[in-house]
């Protein structure tokens, strides 16, 4: 028969073999992908499939793979969505105050060094505000304030709402936002003989920690939502304050959470 048709022999009895699709694997992608509330890109994926609770449950693919899986499921990372950063119209800090951190982010001791800034957030029509404070040595929100206003109340609720000694913060580092500068502030800091720092007039790069934490709000927390209410607001921010201490992992802490980090 093969010889009257002309065709090769191996043509005639080619069985036609069905793609095998891992589901074991895809699930899973799809299931870390969910848990990092749809923030990890690949290379966080990478860390987490190789990191399953179970020994036996570990997956050990290349980012090309997951990639693939990704964009099969249209699993699009919050990350690769270009954000519209709002005007800043706040007013400067001259103060002569010297910048002691000197971009000396990494290797600190816990509480050595204590960064803050502010952002911003929709809250039914109009602006809300957040004030985080991290610690340098395990990127921890050790402390944070949800308000109306951006000024010197919402850091002084900040730093009310840290849990450990005060007395133990040996540096305050922040930029020139004029809500920084404050007698209420200078108390807090004299009260407890913590030294102040400030970033160069217009040199975001020395408070670069910070203003990384404020492009990871915009993205993982409020990116494209509204709440309705400050308290709706201030729920949800204690919700993501503990996911990222405690679930998000973090590249510059060697893929582990602040928690894992220790301090």
């Keep these: ?26 699930n ?47 699993l699009v990372s919050n990350y690769t969505i270009k954000l519209n950063k709002k005007g800043n119209n706040e007013k400067v800090n001259n103060d002569t105050t010297a ?14 060094v204590v960064v803050g800034d502010l952002s911003y957030v929709r ?5 809300g505000y957040l004030c985080p404070l991290l610690d340098l040595h395990n990127r921890k929100i050790i402390g944070s304030a949800v308000g109306k206003r951006r000024d010197a109340s919402l850091v002084q609720a900040a730093f009310y709402s840290i849990q450990s000694d005060l007395r133990k913060i040996k540096v305050f580092h922040t930029d020139r936002g004029s809500e920084f500068k404050n007698a209420v502030i200078e108390q807090i800091l004299g009260t407890f003989k913590i030294d102040r720092s400030l970033s160069a007039k217009g040199t975001p790069a020395d408070n670069a920690v910070a203003e990384a934490m404020f492009r990871v709000i915009k993205t993982e927390f409020a990116f494209e939502r509204e709440f309705v209410s400050f308290d709706e607001l201030e729920l949800y921010w204690f919700d993501y304050v503990n996911w990222y201490n405690n679930v998000r992992i973090h590249g510059s802490l060697g893929y582990r959470t602040p928690a894992e980090f220790g301090g």
């Design 99 to 112: 910048n002691i951190v000197n971009r000396e982010f990494n290797n600190r001791a816990p509480l050595e």
């Design 1 to 26: 028969m093969c010889k009257f048709l002309k065709v090769p022999r191996s043509t005639f009895y080619y069985q036609h073999k069905p793609k095998v699709i891992d589901t074991i694997f895809e």
């Design 28 to 74: 899973a992608v799809i299931e870390e992908f969910r848990k990092s509330r749809n923030n990890y890109g690949t290379r966080k994926l990478k860390v987490m499939l190789a990191r399953k609770s179970k020994a036996h449950e570990a997956i050990h693919a290349s980012r090309r793979r997951i990639g693939k899986a990704m964009a099969k499921y249209e």
């Design 123 to 127: 809250v039914a029509s109009q602006w």
